[in-house]
């Protein structure tokens, strides 16, 4: 918000991601943009879909491995976006992703860039990571909620990876097996 208002952009944002499972972090997460947009004076269109699991498990289908679902997972928001900057009659639009160390910036970028050209809109690209800790430490100051893993059951499994593999080993040993 605040690289957008230095650059004199107005933004709208859009809440669209049927990525982020289960509910309840998918409610904290629309908690945590509501206390943003208020701090902010953000103005937010929240897609009418909500919490659309079954959609997005349908478009993943068999490409759970991260190398595959990522980008069918950006595909599927940047093209959410573009879809409402259309309707919205707005030309130009970004992504919160693009602030992510974690994700994939080239290939955000590249995939932006491209849908936005096929519906004749414009994609504002900023390398958002440069904000990186002070936003979390902006956050941290604000008690605005911080998500612990990216969105979907894949990553939020991902992160417990090793005690997932310590807890297998301990029934195993309890097993005697
Ligand atoms: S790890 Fe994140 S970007 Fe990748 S599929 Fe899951 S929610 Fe989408």
Known sequence: MEVLNKEGIKPVGYFFNPNIHPFREYERRVEALGTVAEKYHLPVIWDKKGYDLDSWFTAIGENRNVHKRCPECYRIRLEAAAQQ??????????????????????LITEMGREIAHRHGLKFWYHDFRQGWQKGIDMAIDSGIYRQPYCGC?????????????????????????
């Open 85 to 106: 900057s259309l309707k919205q009659e707005i030309e130009t639009f970004t992504t919160t992703l693009l602030y992510s160390r974690y994700q994939r910036h080239e």
């Open 153 to 177: 059951l894949f990553s939020e499994r991902e992160r417990y990876k090793k005690r997932e593999k310590r807890l297998a080993q301990s029934l195993s040993d309890t097993q005697g097996g």
